[in-house]
């Protein structure tokens, strides 16, 4: 089955900019969704089809998608960036949708 | 306000069956997808099964496909997972996930319950 990869941590100062991949092969050809994760609340969408911002989600956060890597952006990060995000893809040949195995971004 | 409340959860001993439900409002519901992803302790996220808007399509991971039935009630505006034969490694919290689409393989889930937690131990 498709295998999203991404890294377990990523580190960043507050007001930097924070890049989180998510590695797949020909991961390009697929639509990505990210998904934020704070401690003890329920998973919320922050960018969809790869680039799409839902309403209500900062333009701080933006996506692109390309070749065998997807990059979730997140720019001038903040304290309440800090969570764990998770990259989603829907995988055609098996009928199944696939999680990426998270990654916990800490703010320095 | 949409709202999506999972109920049904415990704990159960391993080759037992639960059934787990999902009352979701502040939406039409019979126009989406629905999903069920879980998380076990400490765990990252693993979608479960998806729901067409009208049934008519219906999706299970590798790990769940056989012993599991996903089913909704567009009367009842509920989501249903139906879950049998189950494992130790089935324990997690279970979230009831509305799709932002009528189809299940677009999977953006753009609504989250609180989650159900089920364990499994004897």
């Known amino acids: 089955s498709y295998v999203l990869t991404q890294p377990p941590s990523v580190s960043v100062a507050p007001g930097k900019t924070a890049r989180i991949t998510c590695g797949g092969n020909n991961i390009g050809s697929k639509s990505v969704h990210w998904y934020q994760q704070k401690p003890g609340q329920a998973p919320v969408l922050v960018i969809y089809?790869?680039?799409d911002r839902p309403s209500g989600i900062p333009e701080r956060f933006s996506g692109s998608n390309s070749g065998n890597t997807a990059t979730l952006t997140i720019s001038r990060v903040e304290a309440g960036d800090e969570a764990d995000y998770y990259c989603q893809v829907w995988d055609s040949s098996s009928d199944l949708s696939v999680f990426g195995g998270g990654t916990k971004l800490t703010v320095l | 306000e949409v709202q999506l409340v999972e109920s049904g959860g415990g704990l159960v001993q391993p080759g037992r069956s639960l059934r787990l439900s999902c009352a979701a409002s502040?939406?039409?519901?019979?126009?989406?997808?629905m999903h069920w992803v879980r998380q076990a302790p400490g765990k990252g996220l693993e979608w479960v099964s998806g729901i067409s808007w009208n049934s008519g399509s219906i999706g299970y991971a590798d790990s769940v496909k056989g012993r599991f039935t996903i089913s909704r009630d567009n009367a009842k505006n509920s989501l249903y997972l139906q879950m049998n034969s189950l494992r130790a490694e089935d324990t997690a919290l279970y979230y009831c996930?509305?799709?932002?689409?009528?189809?299940?393989?677009?999977?953006?889930?753009?609504?989250w319950g609180q989650g159900t937690l089920v364990t499994v131990s004897s």
């Open positions: 996930a509305k799709s932002s689409q009528g189809v299940v393989p677009a999977a953006i889930l753009d609504y």
């Open positions: 089809y790869d680039s």
């Open positions: 502040g939406f039409t519901f019979d126009d989406y997808a």
